[in-house]
């Protein structure tokens, strides 16, 4: 029990650290906006990566970065729509994707009436905040408005704005507990939030109900969903939780690594080694040059134990 | 006055003398004496030889199953655009402006998988870091003299062999196109900063067709095998019974047959025959 509580202790305090650090230097980073396909663009500035998806009805963003950004965000936003700010959607409670919550749902503005009157607490003031329940549950310590206004359970939620239909899909025990990814079915654009990215290993928060075999899951089900043009390429894109835009081969790539050092460290946990003796091992060590660091909020070394653990019968 | 008048015609194609003309099919199965491993039936597995691989690379590629491709997901995976002339024929064309006649853009198109590519020529620069990287990557060439000089990046991974030996989607290649009469010389060098110690140098010739027309390359996926969701074959790390084939097919050092940047260099044969 003292070996668990301090697990993810250490997960907590690395989370608040690194974001306050982040929130620290992002006030010079640069917000820039990348066309992705249809209506959607995706914006890269510091933290997770947002999508923006705009229309006649206005505007629709998953992710809302770091709270210190959210002028330079509103500001790039403005060059693409001057329509509301309709919904925010959570893909995870991390802040590096929610830290702009309470500023952006500020800025916009929630269609008011019917049932939607008593779905948020100031009626139409304010975007809707979409999230599954197990990010309104990770998140007591956030402000009253930064928390979802709208949240679903089970594993699918339907939404048509601008002129599209949006599926927001819950996986399971992934990066986290309360993971959702969000398909743009016109656009044919998928945010995928942290369960993939292009520039680090998959981070797997166990202290927030997060699992290897979960993330396998979850990458499975990317690749069901995409349909390319030809071999890997084009057709579907892929907006990750961190890196860079992606398609159907980039997927392919990352949910291979995953899978083969899933497996390595599944037969050295058959051979009986401990987790040091894993470690030791280097499982990962030719992935290392693509995703691996000894720096920064998620090592190599987390990502190997985070594995073990998952991996490792419950005692 | 003719001659003033020739003359001024003569100086206003002079970047038109200056610079090669590339169109046309391009052959190299006539001249199979250089690469021969990368085409066709591919390179024996544990065949590191000529590549300055770090040690992650090769650990990758001793992992590598040649199951891989079975899977319906990868069976259409294309060659990337540093790999893919090793194939077969490619066709160059250019793209000009109709009105001024500036050289926008050269377009490949090659054989396998009938991947195209497009070298701007137009001064454009390359997308942000953050932008999408496909298996062509995103190229802009310029003419050094009659040398057409072309360089990559934006490469989504691909491989250096198709034996399992990656290139990382970090990589950037350098590019030269040298037309010698009805001969082209293609030299690649790849600069890998996560696989590769020093830069990968490829040289390949061909030759030009007249008559010669490069025909279709469809590819649909089909299970050939049942397997069980989310299944990637690959060998767990000391356990890929084949890596030594390949030297001992050819009675080859195995340590040779590893690769590595000192194994190209002529010192390094000085170096085994010191060891026996």
Redesign the interface.
């Known amino acids: 029990m003292k070996r668990k509580i301090t697990g993810a202790f250490i997960i907590v305090i690395a989370v608040a650290a690194f974001t306050f650090a982040q929130q620290n230097q992002n006030l010079n980073v640069e917000v ?1 906006l ?1 066309p992705v396909q249809g209506n959607v663009y ?1 914006l ?1 500035g510091a933290g997770g990566n947002m999508t923006v998806q705009v229309g006649k009805d206005g505007v629709l963003l998953v992710d809302t970065q770091f709270a210190a950004l959210s002028p330079k965000i509103l500001a790039a936003i403005r060059t693409l729509s001057t329509g509301p700010i309709r919904y925010i959607i959570n893909t995870h409670f991390h802040a590096d994707h929610t830290g702009g919550n309470a500023n952006l749902r500020k800025a916009g503005s929630t269609i008011a009436g019917g049932n939607v009157s008593f779905d948020i607490r100031d009626a139409s003031e304010g975007a809707q905040i979409i999230a599954h329940e197990n990010v309104m549950n990770r998140m007591p310590a956030a402000p009253t408005d930064a928390l979802p206004t709208s949240t679903y359970i089970g594993d699918l939620k339907k939404l048509f704005f601008n002129g599209e239909g949006i599926e927001i899909i819950h996986p399971s025990a992934a990066h986290t507990d309360g993971d959702s990814i969000v398909f743009f079915r016109r656009s044919d654009v998928i945010s995928t939030g942290d369960i993939f990215m ?1 520039n680090s290993y998959p981070i797997i928060d166990l202290a927030a109900g997060g699992s290897i075999q979960g993330t ?2 979850a ?2 089900r990317l ?1 069901d969903m995409i349909i390319p043009v ?4 084009g057709g579907t ?1 892929l907006i990750p939780g961190h ?8 997927l ?2 990352f ?2 690594m995953t ?2 050092i899933r ?2 460290i599944q ?1 050295l946990i058959k051979k009986g080694m401990t987790l040091e003796q894993v470690k030791a091992a280097r ?1 990962t ?6 995703f691996g660091t000894n720096t920064g909020f998620w090592t190599t070394d987390m990502f190997v134990e985070a594995v073990y653990k998952s991996l490792s019968p419950k005692k | 006055m003719r001659y003033a008048l020739l003359l001024a015609i003569l100086l206003m194609c002079a970047p038109a003398f200056a610079q090669a003309n590339l169109d046309g099919v391009w052959e190299n199965l006539t001249i199979l004496h250089e690469d021969w491993p990368d085409r066709l039936f591919g390179p024996e597995l544990g065949d590191y030889t000529g590549i300055p691989l ?4 090769r ?2 590629a001793d ?1 590598w199953d040649a199951s ?1 491709i079975t899977l319906p ?2 069976q ?3 060659h990337p655009s540093d790999y893919v002339p090793s194939f077969a024929a490619i066709r160059i064309w250019e793209e000009r402006d109709k009105d001024s006649q500036q050289l926008i853009a050269i377009h490949t198109h090659h054989f396998a ?1 009938g991947t195209e590519r497009t070298i701007w020529m137009d001064g454009r620069p390359h997308p ?8 062509m990557g995103f190229s802009t060439g310029k003419w050094d003299g009659d040398i057409l000089t072309v360089n990559t990046t934006h490469l ?2 691909g491989w250096i062999r198709r034996n399992g030996v990656p290139r ?3 990589a950037t290649v350098t590019e030269h196109f040298i037309r010698h009469d009805r001969h082209l010389t293609l030299m690649t060098v790849i600069t890998d ?3 590769l110690t020093e830069p990968m140098v490829r040289s390949r010739d061909y030759v030009y067709q007249e008559n010669q027309q490069i025909g279709a390359y469809p ?1 649909e996926p089909v299970d050939e095998v049942i397997r069980e ?4 074959p ?1 060998h ?2 000391g356990t890929n019974p084949f890596l030594d084939e390949f030297a001992n097919a050819h009675k080859l050092s195995k340590e040779a047959a590893r690769g590595g940047a000192e194994t190209l260099y002529p010192e390094y044969e000085q170096k085994l025959s010191g060891k026996k």
């Open positions: 820039h990348l995706m890269v292009t396998i899951d990458l499975n690749v030809y071999g890997q390429e894109l890196g860079r835009l992606s398609d159907f081969g980039d392919l790539n949910r291979e899978i083969i497996d390595r037969d499982p060590r030719d992935y290392d040059p693509l | 770090n040690d992650a690379a650990l990758r992992a891989l997901e990868y259409c995976r294309v998988w942000p870091e953050y932008a999408l990287h496909t298996a989504k991974e990382s989607d970090r900063p996560a696989y590819c969701k989310g299944t990637i690959h767990l790390p």
